[in-house]
């Protein structure tokens, strides 16, 4: 048995230790903002927070959680997940949107480590988030501008 935390709540898994986190978030929780993009952890799409660093969901086995914090896109309460969220809509990044929680996860993470990141900072960040959309200009933009929002 895994027991862990998503979401702030307690949770056990008794099934395949090597079925990915990603479908027990999914299937069992019914927590399907975090998306299937590849399955080798490439895209980016199945983004999550483990004890706040992000990981890829669709390639992390449940035997590797141990007793760990997951946090998803439904769960992104902190005020920095709040004000990303909130300068998406602003800057209305999102186009067809399959890859957007994945971006958000992977962006709130780097303000909440790096609150005055760098261009270097965010490219570094957000690599491995694939936008099939191509909106990458409006996410780094949106990325800086909340940053500037946080800081005063």
Do not use: F
């Not at 490439?42 to 660093?53: I, K």
């Amino acid at each position: 048995m895994i027991k862990l935390k998503v979401n702030d709540k307690s949770v056990e898994y008794n099934g395949d230790p090597n079925q990915p986190l990603l479908w027990y978030l999914r299937d069992d929780l019914k927590l399907t903002g975090t998306k299937y993009g590849c399955g080798i952890g490439a895209c980016g799409a199945c983004t999550v927070h483990m004890n706040g660093s992000p990981v890829r969901s669709c390639s992390l086995p449940m035997a590797a959680l141990g007793s760990s914090s997951i946090r998803t896109i439904e769960g992104l309460s902190s005020n920095v997940g709040k004000e990303v969220q909130q300068t998406w809509k602003e800057l209305d990044v999102v186009q067809c949107g399959y890859c957007q929680s994945g971006q958000i996860m992977s962006a709130t993470a780097l303000l909440e480590s790096n609150p005055k990141p760098s261009s270097t900072d965010i490219d570094n960040a957000m690599q491995g988030n694939i936008c099939r959309c191509a909106t990458y200009q409006r996410i780094r933009q949106a990325i800086g501008q909340t940053a500037k929002k946080l800081e005063g």
